[in-house]
């Protein structure tokens, strides 16, 4: 089954990285992939577009599905492959409305991350302000708060004891934030979680191979 | 099972729309709703902010289960009333890996548009430029380009023949572009898409109350 997918994918992107979980938690090894530069944009490589008209990776064909979207793949996987692997939507219903409801909240701290990531490259020289990136990391900041209180109030993971889905898609933006510097000591219940996942199976073989040294940049320094 | 379910929502607002769509669906009739103002800010009221701290409408709640995120609500509720109403997941993988597809692509068009309507409201006057905004319309514009493409091949649903959650969660974006003024002669196969739902008993059920006229802005008229 592996062998009919393929991954169009970058090292760090959170979006890129949901999926590489996804694979291992199903039990998918064996898939082909191929590790794109964002630096020499072949995110926008005519490979790329052909499968993925936004020019954007993850770029992810499941035999001739075509799964561009991280939720979409994950969904997809999770539902094809319901007794393969992890089992990663829970049963009980408390289990999934919190599951469901955090998954879709990461949707927002990932826009907010992005504002703040790809403000020079999204925002024209002209039009750029230091009171939007202030109003912007100030935007993060209350978000990242909003999820503190959420984990001090769970097990282990977002939605209770299991891992789920919701993991899948969430991890990967902590991970980004702590590799660029987010400070653990502000944040103590984003730092469990982190360090109670990050040497999870899946995790670990699908780390970002760029990102060996920690922390290389200080973009979250000062949040 | 509706009597234990409180929707607070405004008029007009797409993600609002879907879970009064989805409950139509799923003949979960008879749930306790209040309508509220967003011009008296009244989504900012503690009565939103004790179950939604993100202080936004809908505010969902189903039991004890808190599903503020619209595609959250979804999700749920067709997992817990599967063998209810209609049916909005289908089995053929062909349709599935579509469907969930689609129905992420669509946060991507949510966030474009929402970046032309809040505009004045997100940004404050000494940071405006006329170049964001004609950027932001632009991006808007090929984003509705790849959409005619999709609804082009499809019969007359997002995923194929049979009406899915992605329409659930796609069709008041494109209502509201149209409701906005967005112009038909441009844009066929969305008039096509939005002309062939429009009178299904679930939307027709919830059209928003403050729609009565069309169209009432022409925020749309110039993408």
């Known amino acids: 089954m592996a062998k009919d997918m393929t991954l169009l994918w970058g090292s760090g992107s959170p979006p890129c990285w949901r999926i590489q ?26 490979e790329v577009l052909d499968i993925n008209p936004r020019g954007q990776i993850p770029t992810f064909k499941c ?18 492959y319901k007794s393969q692997g992890n089992k990663l939507i829970p049963d009980s219903p408390d289990a999934q409305a919190l599951m469901y409801q955090r998954m879709f909240e990461a949707v927002t701290l990932h826009q907010k991350m992005v504002e703040i990531v790809l403000y020079n490259y999204k925002v024209p020289e002209e039009e750029r302000h230091d009171s939007a990136v202030q ?64 040497d999870r199976t899946s995790i670990k073989a699908t780390w970002p191979p760029t990102w060996q040294k920690i922390p290389e940049l200080g973009t979250m320094k000062t949040i």
């Open 135 to 198: 109003r912007n990391k100030e935007a993060l900041t209350a978000e990242l708060k909003l999820w503190e209180g959420y984990l001090n109030k769970t097990d282990c993971c977002l939605a209770g004891k299991e891992f789920t889905l919701a993991d899948v898609l969430f991890f990967p933006l902590i991970a980004f934030l702590f590799h660029f510097g987010l400070s653990s000591e502000s944040h103590p219940a984003l730092a469990k979680y982190y360090n109670s996942l990050k």
């Open 63 to 80: 035999g001739n599905h075509i799964l561009n979207e991280s939720y979409a793949a994950c969904f997809f996987l999770e539902n094809q």
């Open 21 to 46: 979980i996804m694979l291992e938690e199903k039990q998918l090894q064996g898939y082909n992939q191929k590790l794109l530069s964002f630096e020499k944009k072949e995110h926008k490589s005519q």
